[in-house]
């Protein structure tokens, strides 16, 4: 077995920035066929090729369904790769960045004047299939390989901010250039970026392999349910998948909600889009001084109350009030910077604290990515349906109609927004040591008081 292969880093110093950065740079194309996918997909196929949005809440639904569920067997994959070399993680990596590629293009650019409108669905399930499962095993990887460096919450932050902040940048394009370029540069440039962001990794990680350490050889990858087992991931992920659903809701409504509700020129969708993610990526530096001062936990509950108080006001537009819904996604964007920058830091945090990391990192990250995934195809499967069971269809802007698309919209966000504030307080601002342990609780609540009084769950 490659002597890189069972490797941990030697040390838990954070790397330079410069190579956080070239880290991170992969998931600028990865988010190409994440969020970007929901906020387009629906509108494209309803007002272009006459799908009903009942059936396109029923494809999205099943597709990241399959995802979802496979999700966990692909971390565990992941684990293996690790264990067995890096050479075997990046052959892995590309075959999985050539179907990411061609299963987008798949889907934006399907044959609709060859095939019946079933034909249709079954062709839209199957790239979305294809789209999800490679982009989800190489999310698992990348993501994997940052937790395995360590070094603890402020460290872990950075990893996962560049990543995440490339991965605004990524949805930003994705939301803005079809509308500006059309789908053809748009999927040249997913291409490109693929290449250059498994490059920059690539190098990166064979830096990162200079400076570890060999695992005892013959440590055998753990089981797939282990996450499970920690009371603290149970309650990390029930935060996450509430406060995730808060955001999969209006990310799938939207463009209909800027159509229909705003009536707003269609000029203007872009900019919407443009602005809310490019506020959540310029959020980041400031996110991180936050973390540094108050703790992870602490600034996740101070993103949630910035982002209610920030989206609440949606219910109160109507026709023409663009201004407003312009500082409602500034707002909100900045409150996205948190909601992206601190649950991945405290998954890898957790993931020390269980004693997991090098073993089921991959395990950890596939079932985290079910819950992410679950999250979109619940939003998209039960609103979109549930909209034309009220009366709302693209294009109706009758008064039955927009009241329910703004309900939708902008009050249910909110409810599960405070639910999941509600959750972070009592599962883990309470119990801190279930995260990191009683010796470094402080750096995720910002308190120096000693949790080790508490007994763990």
Aim: aromatic share 10%.
């Amino acid at each position: 077995m490659n002597g890189a292969a069972l490797s941990l880093p030697a040390s838990s110093a954070v790397m330079p920035r410069q190579a956080s950065a070239a880290y991170g740079l992969l998931g600028l194309p990865l988010a190409f066929v994440a969020l970007p996918v929901y906020v387009h997909l629906p509108n494209l196929y309803a007002q272009q090729y006459g799908v009903t949005l009942a059936a396109l809440g029923a494809v999205l639904l099943l597709s990241r369904s399959i995802d979802a569920v496979v999700d966990p067997w692909l971390g565990r994959w992941g684990d293996s790769l690790y264990r067995h070399s890096w050479r075997a993680v990046l052959l892995a990596a590309v075959l999985l960045a050539l179907a990411v590629a061609l299963g987008f293009a798949a889907l934006f650019f399907p044959p609709a004047a060859a095939l019946s409108p079933t034909g249709l669905l079954v062709w839209v399930g199957c790239a979305l299939t294809l789209s999800h499962l490679a982009y989800s095993g190489l999310g698992i990887l990348h993501q994997a390989w940052a937790a395995r460096q360590g070094g603890g919450g402020i460290a872990q932050s950075r990893w996962v901010a560049w990543r995440e902040g490339f991965a605004l940048v990524g949805v930003l394009l994705a939301s803005a250039l079809p509308a500006l370029w059309g789908w053809g540069p748009t999927t040249a440039l997913l291409v490109l970026m693929l290449a250059l962001g498994l490059f920059t990794w690539r190098r990166v990680a064979r830096s990162a392999l200079a400076s570890t350490i060999a695992v005892v050889p013959g440590h055998a990858v753990g089981s797939l349910w282990q996450p499970w087992q920690h009371a603290g991931f149970r309650r990390l992920l029930m935060v996450f998948m509430l406060n995730g659903l808060a955001s999969a809701v209006p990310a799938t409504l939207v463009l209909f909600f800027v159509q229909d509700r705003l009536q707003a020129p269609k000029a203007m969708e872009p900019l919407f889009l443009g602005l809310y993610f490019a506020a959540g990526a310029l959020s980041f530096p400031l996110w991180l001084k936050v973390i540094d001062r108050i703790g992870l936990l602490r600034t996740w509950a101070t993103g949630m109350a910035l982002s209610v108080l920030a989206f609440v006001s949606v219910i109160t537009l109507g026709a023409g009030d663009t201004t407003g819904f312009l500082v409602v996604c500034a707002l909100s964007g900045m409150a996205l910077g948190a909601d992206l920058t601190v649950p991945g830091a405290l998954l890898n945090q957790l993931i020390d604290r269980c004693g997991e990391r090098g073993r089921t990192d991959g395990a950890f990250m596939g079932w985290w990515n079910l819950a992410t995934k679950l999250n979109l195809a619940l939003a998209a499967g039960l609103s979109l349906p549930l909209l034309g069971l009220w009366g709302y269809a693209p294009g109706q802007q009758g008064a039955d109609a927009v009241l329910a698309l703004g309900l939708a919209y902008g009050l249910l966000p909110c409810v599960l927004k405070l639910l999941a504030g509600l959750a972070l307080y009592a599962g883990l601002m309470r119990r801190p040591d279930l995260i990191s342990g009683p010796d470094v609780a402080h750096s995720l609540t910002g308190s120096s008081a000693h949790p080790s009084a508490h007994p763990l769950a």
